[in-house]
């Protein structure tokens, strides 16, 4: 049986990688005891997938991961159990069994593959933040928020990354850009927190380059009936 688990990866583990992330997980499971299934082969590994990955020197209050289990459990009881062998740093907060579809129907798609959007907050430092908002008011009416993209065997390319941002506010108080931002995220398209920060930097003035730009990640969020909707609510109501 699959579920779909909404956790928490804490700022004091922002520093961990994926990978790293992933064996916590495992780690958790083992402790608590939950009948996790195994794939089969010679090198047998336990059904977990994540879904978009958080970059290193992030933190979210919205992490997902697809977890398949051997018996039908409660929801409830999976998710006391989880957080009883869970370190401080990770929390469990949603659980939720994907539904079976009929036979010849489509199958409810893993988180990765369902995702579509992503809300953060980041906050930017500044030495001074005197020219800020006239400077955001100018690089919002620009038509193309043009980035050199890496690609694979060195290829780089320019890439307008400004339709990849559904949403942006900000705020600005004590030296601080504080953005509120929703981003295309997933397989088809992505924009990933760190580039946007990256880009704010460059095209403004006064930034303060020795200070840490802090990302949270909130949310991660498919679609249903063209409304983006959080992915624990999005697999019962596609």
């Known amino acids: 049986m699959r579920y779909l688990i909404k956790f928490s990866k804490e700022s004091d583990i922002k520093f961990i990688s994926h990978?790293?992330?992933?064996?916590?997980?495992?780690?958790?499971?083992?402790?608590a005891g939950l009948p996790i299934e195994y794939s089969k082969g010679f090198n047998p590994h336990m059904s977990i997938s994540l879904a978009q990955p958080l970059s290193v020197g992030m933190?979210?209050?919205?992490?997902?991961?697809?977890?398949?289990?051997?018996?039908d459990l409660d929801e409830e009881y999976i998710?006391?159990?989880?957080?009883?062998?869970?370190?401080?740093?990770?929390?469990?907060?949603?659980?939720i069994k994907v539904p079976k579809k009929p036979e010849g129907e489509k199958k409810v798609p893993k988180s990765m593959a369902a995702i579509d959007a992503a809300?953060?907050?980041?906050?930017?430092?500044?030495?001074?933040?005197k020219n800020l908002k006239e400077e955001l008011i100018k690089m919002n009416q620009r038509k193309e928020w043009n980035i050199i993209k890496k690609f694979?065997?060195?290829?780089?390319?320019?890439?307008?990354?400004?339709?990849?941002?559904?949403?942006?506010?900000y705020s600005i108080d004590n030296n601080n850009l504080k953005l509120q931002v929703l981003l295309s995220c997933g397989s088809r398209e992505n924009l990933s927190a760190d580039t946007l920060a990256k880009y704010i930097q460059e095209n403004t003035t006064e930034v303060n380059k020795c200070a840490f730009i802090n990302i949270k990640r909130e949310e991660m969020y498919g679609i249903v009936n063209k409304e983006l909707v959080p992915l624990y609510k999005y697999v019962t109501m596609i």
């Open 119 to 129: 809300k953060y907050t980041i906050n930017i430092k500044y030495n001074s933040t």
């Open 59 to 71: 933190y979210s209050l919205g992490e997902y991961a697809d977890i398949v289990f051997t018996e």
């Open 152 to 169: 694979k065997k060195g290829v780089e390319k320019q890439v307008n990354i400004k339709p990849l941002l559904k949403k942006f506010n």
């Open 79 to 95: 998710k006391d159990k989880l957080n009883n062998n869970a370190p401080e740093a990770i929390n469990f907060i949603e659980v």
């Open 19 to 31: 990978l790293d992330l992933m064996r916590s997980i495992q780690k958790i499971i083992k402790r």
